[in-house]
């Protein structure tokens, strides 16, 4: 068994590090099934790191959070040679001479922590705010590039590894075909796709998805001498990683712009996405010497390429609907390959836009896909003598659902909020929220059934629903149509803040439908408070005011409102909290936070009794660090101020 562990691990290596299988896959499989039969012979022989554990393991039910080995930092970036030269020229002058630069292709995938011990894979840690991310690591396990054990005779004794886990574009589009023929939304591109294949509560699934590994920095390595970058990616080759491709040192800034415009040349030809190249002091203790400025280190910056464009012709142009009711005019393209991706459809954004860039039916056009932003058509490309259609102009009722449509500035919207099968989806979603019902059982997939199946016109639909109308549904069965028919009945009684919240009311969320309810404590107060009532709320103001009550006075969205306040028993109105789960706490928020706009956060920290401050000191009590944090991350890491993920953040509010 041990000499078949090797022997897969072995090849495993050769096929998915170096790229160079040398067996069939016919005797590969042999060799894995053979050690499969002999350990479940033998199960007591079965080692955690052997090559048949790639598989998954029981599904999670959270993902845990880890504190990194070494923060992981980011990049300076930019698009402009200037500001390479720049770069180039301020590390020229602070370490005098000459000074390598190491170069590399910047890899667009998801950023990943990998830590070993005495050699053996013990964790892996998503990038997070760079001080704390998620353990991924059972799924990172399935990942046949990453080494489960490191090769070479002494590892050290601990050693974290920065890497970047990619899906590669030929199996990007395989995998997206799959998706679109079992009837689910396909990833709008790679990094998506391999971001959400490494945090997926059930390995298993990750184990089905093609993922890799490239490492490229050696964040730490016990009694292992690392002083430059070079010596870091030979170690890490050596200790079985897969490592960039291509990378060169430099010292010119001549050479630096020719990798960029050579590696940029090559882009479309590589299997892998990436998005630039990244420069860097190869001499660590120089980079040390560097420092950092109040987001990156000062020795190291990305030279990103230009966001790719390409030309094709517009087939149709038809409107999609989204949950808010906004209606967005799409491009029906010619499919045209953008760096890999197959593009078919790109927004036109609304009507203004449309109009502005005077694209029809029929033009041929400039589309650009920038990273994970949906395709957009930049402009129309001239061709004179070619006869146009006449120009698109928007429905004027929605095409989901008939209702006249009404315009809003540059958007046209369909404004029947709860009866347009195109909203009511989304809405139903928000409805059974965590902030909001909290019906557990009613996410994306059950909601978008109940509204094609016709089960639930509206919210109060949900209360009628009955169980063996569920248990008909795909992926529903007796116990499962029980629980959601339970879980919505429990919920006919709700406080009335979290009632008002799922409504959905535009500029509404969890914090000021809080509010109205503690200030106005019943339903009917609420939807009959005039403008100046609504104002009188503390932190509404005369523009929060006129969206309430536009949306509360449309007559068929207060029908709506009305006919699900009528199915619920109790809409209680808890007295005003004082001593608030934050009370008396200073705060200070940075970097991106996922679930609120920072302007959100401080009011509901602020709601809570908290003080939030702009920045870090000893008398700060709290530091919640979102994605990209910088400074403030790293004076609090200094202070030893108590750093909290924006999880953490949720927990203190009693959400998580
Ligand atoms: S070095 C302190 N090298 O790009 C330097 N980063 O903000 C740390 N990335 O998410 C990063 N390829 O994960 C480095 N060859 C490469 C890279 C790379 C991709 C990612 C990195 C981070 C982003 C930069």
Request: glycine residues 8%; aromatic residues 6%; negative net charge.
């Amino acid at each position: 068994m041990a000499e078949l562990r090797l022997a897969v691990e072995e090849h495993n290596y050769r096929y998915h590090v170096l790229d160079k299988p040398t067996v069939s896959d016919a005797e590969f499989d042999r060799l894995f099934r053979r050690l499969q039969e002999l350990e479940e012979r033998y199960p007591a022989l079965r080692t955690p790191d052997s090559p048949t554990q790639r598989v998954g393991s029981e599904p999670l039910s959270t993902l845990p959070n880890f504190d990194h080995v070494v923060p992981m930092r980011s990049l300076d970036s930019s698009q402009e040679p200037a500001d390479v030269k720049r770069f180039h020229e301020r590390i020229m002058k602070a370490l005098g001479g000459d000074p390598e630069f190491i170069l590399e292709p910047k890899l667009d995938g998801a950023s990943l922590e990998l830590v070993y011990e005495d050699g053996h894979l013990v964790r892996a840690v998503t990038r997070g705010n760079g001080v704390t991310g998620e353990g991924v690591t059972e799924n990172v396990r399935t990942i046949p590039s990453v080494p489960l054990k490191l090769r070479g005779t002494t590892p050290p004794a601990l050693l974290s590894v920065r890497g970047e886990v990619m899906m590669f574009l030929s199996a990007f589009e395989e995998l997206n075909q799959r998706l679109v023929e079992r009837g689910e939304e396909p990833f709008v591109n790679p990094r998506n796709a391999a971001a959400g294949a490494i945090r997926q509560l059930d390995s298993r699934i990750t184990a089905e998805r093609p993922l890799h590994l490239i490492a490229y920095d050696v964040l730490h390595a016990e009694g292992v001498a690392v002083e430059t970058d070079r010596q870091g990616l030979k170690w890490l080759a050596e200790w079985g990683f897969r490592v960039p491709d291509r990378v060169e040192t430099a010292s010119s800034l001549d050479e630096i712009l020719d990798y960029h415009r050579r590696y940029e040349a090559d882009r479309d030809t590589l299997d892998y996405e990436i998005d630039g190249v990244v420069i860097k002091v190869d001499d660590l203790d120089a980079r040390e010497q560097l420092g950092s400025t109040s987001h990156h280190p000062r020795g190291a910056m990305a030279f990103k390429f230009e966001p790719r464009k390409e030309i094709t012709r517009i087939d149709r142009i038809v409107v999609s609907v989204g949950r808010t009711g906004a209606m967005t005019p799409v491009a029906l393209l010619r499919p045209v390959e953008v760096g890999g991706v197959t593009v078919s459809r790109a927004t036109l954004h609304n009507r203004e836009e449309l109009a502005r860039k005077d694209v029809r039916e029929g033009d041929l056009v400039r589309i650009q896909r920038a990273g994970d932003v949906i395709p957009q058509v930049l402009e129309r490309v001239p061709e004179p003598g070619h006869k146009r259609h006449a120009a698109y102009a928007l429905p004027a009722a929605c095409p989901a659902c008939g209702t006249p449509v009404v315009l809003k500035g540059p958007f046209t919207l369909c404004p029947n909020r709860f009866g347009c099968p195109a909203q009511l989806k989304g809405r139903l979603v928000h409805f059974g929220s965590r902030g909001a019902l909290d019906i557990e059982g009613l996410g994306e997939e059950t909601a978008k059934l109940l509204v094609e199946r016709e089960l639930v016109h509206d919210l109060a639909g949900l209360f009628h629903l009955q169980a063996q109308q569920l248990e008909a549904l795909p992926g529903f069965a007796e116990k499962s149509a029980n629980n959601l028919v339970d879980a919505i009945q429990a919920r006919r009684s709700t406080e009335l803040a979290r009632f008002v919240h799922g409504l959905g009311i535009p500029e509404v969320g969890a914090t000021v439908a809080r509010d109205l309810a503690g200030h106005f404590r019943t339903l009917d107060a609420i939807l009959d408070a005039t403008p100046e009532a609504l104002e009188a709320v503390p932190g509404i103001g005369p523009k929060m005011s006129e969206a309430i009550r536009t949306f509360l006075d449309e007559p068929r969205t207060r029908r709506a409102i009305d006919r699900v306040a009528s199915e619920m028993r109790t809409l209680t109105a808890p007295a005003a909290v004082k001593g608030g789960a934050l009370s008396g706490k200073k705060i200070v928020f940075t970097g991106g936070l996922e679930r609120f706009s920072r302007e959100e956060a401080k009011e509901r920290a602020e709601a809570e009794g908290a003080k939030v401050v702009s920045s870090v000191s000893k008398a700060t009590d709290y530091v919640v660090a979102g994605s990209d944090a910088g400074s403030k991350l790293d004076k609090a890491t200094e202070l030893g101020v108590r750093v909290l993920t924006e999880e953490d953040f949720l927990t203190l509010l009693g959400e998580a």
